[in-house]
């Protein structure tokens, strides 16, 4: 089995942002504290459209310029210690803008199909150019934001121009149908892995691309009144994000709908959801799964996820196996077709 840890590298999109030291740097420097433990790499998908966005806003700010210079620092430290860097797109950051004091969210264009296609070319490259420019090895794999995938088609010829062969964005059940949030994945093959081609969700062997899926796990309802009371009750030292900003709200009625019937999450080493990790684990090697994926966020880890995290590593190390970063997919040559008669 292929194991990886995977997470999306970025500030927080509600009222408050937060700061890119607690919530990137300090927040992943609290995690790879229990990485180097077992020497465990992690690929890190960067939210290369805020760095762009720091670096046109740089020459008005000394302190984005600083913010600016910490994130490059930090990344390529990450990457010299054996952890990967891959593609990571918030569209709505070009709509963003700061006062000056701090980031005003926009997030009305928060997913990329709902930029124009040659928009959505440009600010594609613009992120890869910007990503791979402080890089040794150069991106190949794309998480979208807020898992936001779909429809798939003018993203596609982008990611291919910029090298990006893989993508990691879809987990098996998965339904986002918040503003901000719309994908559905209940149509996505019950697989490790898969190519495809206009369609992640559509196994394609001829297909361009190559589907990385995150492991999802089906929960009860009461996972989620769990969670909601640990938020409540539980010990705030222990529960508390390391990020400093707040989450664009959830809409009732998805939360309603998480609180009444079964669904499915991406595995997760993000707060309280880091309490299945051990399971889904456990679970896909039951069901000889040749890859499993967890994410998360390094601002939603807690004290109480890397406890959990730390655990899971125990697992994995002492079961013989390891963490490892994405491979580049081998492309197999279409063999023409011969036209006989």
Known sequence: MRISLTLDYELFFGKRTGTPQACMIDASNRLLEILDEFA?????????????????????SIQLAREYE????????????????????HPHWFDSFHDGQRWNMVTDRYRLAQWTDDKIAQLISRCTTELNGHLRNKVFAFR?????????PA????????????DSSVFYGGRGTSGAHQFDFRTAP?????????????????????????????????????????????SRQCHARFGDGVPIENERRAL?????????????????KATLLRSAFRQARHRGRSHFV?????????PHSLQHLRTWLCDVYESGAQLEGYSIP????????????
């Open 40 to 60: 465990a790499p992690a690929v890190f998908f960067v939210d290369a459209s805020y760095l762009v966005r720091l670096r046109e806003y740089r020459a008005q």
């Open 155 to 166: 993203i596609a010829d982008a990611l291919q121009a910029n090298g990006i062969r893989v």
């Open 190 to 234: 019950p697989l490790a892995s898969w190519r495809f081609g206009s369609d992640p969700c559509q196994a394609d062997a001829a297909g361009a691309f190559t589907e990385l899926p995150i492991s999802a796990l089906r929960v009860s309802p009461i996972f989620y009144w769990r969670f909601a009371l640990s938020r409540l009750f539980g």
């Open 256 to 272: 309603l709908q998480l609180l009444t019937r079964p669904s499915y999450m991406a595995v997760s080493v993000d707060g309280y």
């Open 330 to 341: 081998v492309q197999v040559p279409r063999v023409p077709e011969v036209v006989t008669g």
């Open 294 to 302: 967890a994410m998360g966020h390094p601002k939603s880890l807690t």
């Open 144 to 152: 979208a934001g807020g898992w936001c995938i779909q429809p798939f």
């Open 70 to 89: 910490a994130i490059v620092e930090h990344i390529r430290g990450l990457e010299a210690c054996g952890h990967q860097i891959q593609l990571h797109i």
